[in-house]
Every structure is written in structure tokens, then in C-alpha cells.
């Protein structure tokens, strides 16, 4: 899958993400970095069986990416790894689909977060302001997801979260764990078959028993009790699993039938009636005191979100009394009449929500601050720290911002500072520490010249950051062609950043325009090439030369200008150039394109240059025109069913029609009304009817089962 100068490529990338050497001003860059990095390493883990990275390493690239796209959520691909929801995926296990799909947790950090939440809560149940909803308040418990069915009393399956719609089957490595019952009475409840959720988890003092037994052994150790679980549940040897010392707590009743197959989900009234059920069916739940020393209950039902927010807090500060590792707690709506009225999207329940609980701090020396041009000139100051370790990885560089930052902490070289992993992820400077100095300390000197080709900086009236304004200097062309390769811009595989500057050091780049001309016979003599690698790099440049217009237009690093702004000029014209022969009002007649933006857009197509670049480009085959993907402005971009109609029929056993369509929507399909020559597929539950007929009349619709539809969605492994 990846040739050896990919994997030499991405595991230098790795690194650079890892120790803070690459810091990429531009979100969707870093995102796109992280992204391909990441599927990297799940292929080496879970495909080759071959790992380059550590678990912890691994869950830190995962958390930057998870952190990023909180921030910037419209740059989230349906193809990022964080849309697995969980990253168990293995060629070890067979793969099966949930009773129901499990999604992912929205975030909240602080009591305003959780406000917000209980005001969205009350809208969504068409509530008046001044009623109270009552929530319950468990641990987020950081191990490994797992979810369990249980059929006529017996435990007949466990699966790891996977996707969220297929996971991978490890019953026989749950079978192990002595706090997962193998028969319960659910009988006794009228439930005939159930799905619970729930976390495989590793108590700290057994996870240093286990280290220490390792490194007795001299075997390698395990970085953290998350990875020591999680691992565990994937292991080929039963019996290594239950060396593990692994337990489950069970925390959700996601679904239950009756005999007949009819959902009784709503004859609990409540959700901790539903916990309570559990515990007493012999489940370890969130009820469950863990030790003597546990003054505070793991959890509680509030009345309303006052009590919600004062009992996270004191979990907040309780959290490393606590005898297994957390990250937050998860607070949910508790009667299920209201979870119902508030529904889900399609990547989280609107009834729930993760209160993630306050960074990690720590305290360092500012060593240096080095400065760094982006691809639209912008000059980010980069903050080189003396290494400190802070909540499980190594932090010693972060990102200062720009000059207004650097003042209003007053920083200073040689500084003490607190730092902290905001979300536990991203490294930010909070404070300067005046009170430590000793005289020797040197204020930093934001440059007047650019750190690259040395053009004197200007910031402008509107903006925060200096600039460097000489299009052709050095650091801006290499960061545009990387731009303009990635996966939000022209997503042209397997043209990365390592390629990129190695290209042009060779003299082949020297604008976008070169990466259409590339001599494919001079790459295929490179070392780590080869015919096939230059081949696969022809293929991928050829078809991003059909995309549509609007990835073009994003990728051509205009300020201000993104996916969303690129989308809605893209479906006002016919072909790129015509842009050239707008006046700036023309730009503000559209919807959501503002004075700034549009004043961006308008002087780089005045710019004769960059009209001639778009004009080399076209001569070098890049499509240029509207396509009817432009025509759409709001269509999903990206997913396995991009660009395809669905329509389901008959019962579907696994899910609701409601919720297949909104996954068959996320995964970037339209949704269609009825049976025609224009529908790409039609997906058949149980008694379909005559809307099946039609579909087998007409060669051109693909017929799949409740089954085939889920495994298009699953990850490819």
C-alpha cells in the first residue's frame, strides 16, 4: 500500500508532529498532515502487524488531529480517522455490525459549555427556560470501548467500537473478563436480546504491576493503562487477554427487544433506571464504589445543570484520587422520552455530552522563539521550551500566535512559564512567571524582515500578525504547492510535503503550475521511486486534474479563502478566469462573502501573474470550467457514497430508516424520493415490496442488503 519512501516520508512527518518540530499555522494543513500520518500508522499496526510508532505516540497524533477538527469542525472529512470514532480496527477479527450505531460524545471544558448544553437541551424539547431537566452524571472512563449483545440471557457477542456502525468481534477475549457475566436474567425484564456499551479498563495499581513484571522480564512497557487495555482486547491468545487484568464497566442499554423483536427501550423511564438494572443483573456499572477510600460517588442524577456542573467539578479535582484513568465525565439528559425528542446527528446524541475535565500544567524555561512564513506570508512565532512532560507526551515547542500574544503575556527569553495541553492535547503558554526572573531574562524581537527572503514585514490595519508580502519568497512557494496537494485542496495522493521539497530542492518546482509537468521518467530514476511509484504519482495528478473548480480555488492559497467561500464563487461562475472581470461589489452579492474576502479574491485575479499560472495550468490539462459539483455549494464533498443516490426499502433490522439515511448522508449520498433510472442504489430490509421490483427492472440500480450497505461504510482495512 505504501511504497518505502512513503513510509520513510510519514514516519519523519510522524515525528515532526510528535515532537513539535513542524508547526503548521494552517489548521487545515496540520489536519491534513495528521490524517495522513495517521492511516499510515494504522496500516503498519493493524494491517502489517509491523508498528513504527508506539500505542502512545500513536494516541497523541490521534488527539492533536481529534483536537484540531473540535476547533475547525468544517474541515472534518467523513475519511478521518476520527470518523472511525474509535480506532479498533484489525485484520485479526472478524468484522460485525452493532445493533445500533454507536457515535461519539460532543465536548464541552467549562460550566458555560454546560450551560449551553442544558439551553439546547430545553429547545430541543420545546421546553420553557425556566424548567429544570434532570441529567445523569457518570465517568468518562478512558480504555477501550466495547460492546456486548446478549441473547435469551447469554452473552453471544462483544465487539470494539470500530466505526460506530462495524466493529471487530473479540468475544472470546471478553469471555475472559471475570466482570462480564456470561449468563444474566435480562429474561426477568421482558428483554429477549440486548446491546450494552461499555469500557474495558486497566486499574492503575495492577497497570504498574504489570510494567514492573515487564520490565523485570525486559520486555518493553506499556505507556499509559489505556493502550495496556486496548491492546488487550485485541490479542490473538485468549489467554493473554486475561493476563491483562482487564475489567468492563457497562454503562449504557443502547438496545433491547422482547421476543417478538419490539424495541422496549422506552419502558425504562430513565436512564440510571436502566444502570440500576444492569447492576443488578451483576454488570460493574458507573455505580460501583471502588475502593474504601472513595468519598465521592462515580455518579450521581442532578436535578438540573447546577448540580451537574458543581459535581464535575469535584470530579475535576478527585480525579487522580480515582483508582482507574479518566479524561472527563459524560452527562446525560435522564428521562428517555427527552433523549428521544432531542435525537442524535449524525456524529453525536444531542441528549449527552463530555464535560472534559481542565489541561494539565506544567512549568518550563523559554529557551528561544524561532519564526516561521506560512503560504499566505503570515509570520507565526514558535515558542522552543526546555522539554517538559506534560500530560503523557514531551512538550518544547508551541505556537505564540503573533506579536499581541508574545506582548500581552510579556514573554521573555529565559522566562519560567506555565504551560499547559489544552483538551489535554494542544500545548499553550497561559502566564509568564516575573516573579522567578533574575535579571538575565531578553525580551523578544518580533523581526522587521522576513526570517526566509529577508523583505521588510507589514501587518495590516485589520489583522493581528506580520506579513511577509514578496509572493516569491522562498518559505510561502514551498508552503503553497504543499497546500495545494492536500487532502481539503487538490488531494493529490502521495504528493506530500517530503516530495514537495524535495522537488524543488532538484529545480523541477518552482510554482503549482510545475506539478502538471513533472518529467515522470526523471522520477522513476529517483531513489526510493521506481517505475510503479511514479506511475501511482501520474494517476494521482491526472485526476485531480478533473476536480471541481471550487477544490481549485482553495487550493490557490488565497487569504481568507476556504472551503466554504471557495464552494459559493465556484457555483457563480463558468470557468475560473471569469473572475478576472468581476469588480469587488459583484463578490458581495453573494451570500456569506464578505468585504475582507472579497477584497482578497478581487486583487488576486487583478494579479497578471496568477492569471497566467491559471492559464498554464489549463494548458497542462486542469479543469478549469464548472462541473456539476460546483453547482451545489452545500453537497457533502467527501465519503464512500459521494456522488451517489440511495433509497431504502422494507424493514431494516440493525437501525431506523431515519438513522441509515443520515449515515447514508454523512457518507456523502442525496437522498432519493422514489424507484427511478436516476437512482444509484436501492438498499432492501425485510418485506420489501414493489419498489424492489422496479429496482430489478432497471439495470442500472445496485440492490443491497442492511449488511452490504454497513460494510461500505466501514474503514477499509
Known sequence: MYASDQQRILFDLSKKLLDGTLVEADPARRIDDLQQVLRFHEWKYYVQNDPVVSDFEYDQLYKQLEALEAAHPDLITPDSPTQRVGKDLTGNFAQVAHLTPMLSLDNSYNADDLNDFDEQVKKLCKLDKESEVAYCVEPKYDGGTIALVYE??????????????????????????????????????????????????????????????RQDAGDQVFANPRNAATGGLRMKDPKETSERGLEAFLYQLGYAVDAEGQNIIERFHTHDESIHLLESLGFKTPLAKTNEQQHLPATKTCKNIAEVIDFCLQWQDYR????????????????ITLQERCGFTSHHPRWAIAFKFKARQATTKLRDVEFQVGKTGAVTPVAKLEPVHLAGVTVQNVSLHNEEFIRSKDLRIGDQVLVERAGDVIPYIVKSLPELRDGSEVPVQYPKNCPVCQSVLVKPEDEAVWRCENAECEAQVL???????????????????STIERFYKLGWLHSIADMYRLDYDAIAQLDGFGEKSATKLREAIDKAKQNPIYRLLHSLSIHHLGQKGSKLIAAEIEHVLDLKDWDLEKYQTIKDVGPVLAKNVFYFFQNEHNVELLQTMEQCGVNLHQTDADKRPDAPTEGPLLGRSILFTGTLSQMTREEAEKLAVAAGATLASGVSKHLSILVVGEKAGSKLKKAQALETVEIWTEEEFLKVLSPES
Open 479 to 497: 508552503q503553497r504547492m504543499i497546500f495545494h496537494t492536500s487532502k481539503h485542496a487538490m488531494d493529490i495522493e502521495g504528493f506530500g510535503e
Open 320 to 335: 487522580d484520587e480515582y483508582p482507574y484513568e479518566l479524561d472527563g465525565m459524560v452527562v446525560k439528559v435522564n428521562d
Open 152 to 213: 435469551n440471557d447469554r452473552l453471544v457477542r462483544a465487539a470494539t467500537r470500530g466505526n460506530g456502525a462495524v466493529g471487530d468481534e473479540i468475544t472470546a477475549n471478553i469471555r475472559t473478563l471475570r466482570s462480564v457475566p456470561l449468563q444474566a436474567g435480562f429474561s426477568k425484564s421482558g428483554i429477549y436480546k440486548a446491546e450494552l456499551r461499555g469500557e474495558a479498563l486497566i486499574r492503575k495499581d495492577i497497570f504498574d504491576r504489570i510494567n514492573k513484571s
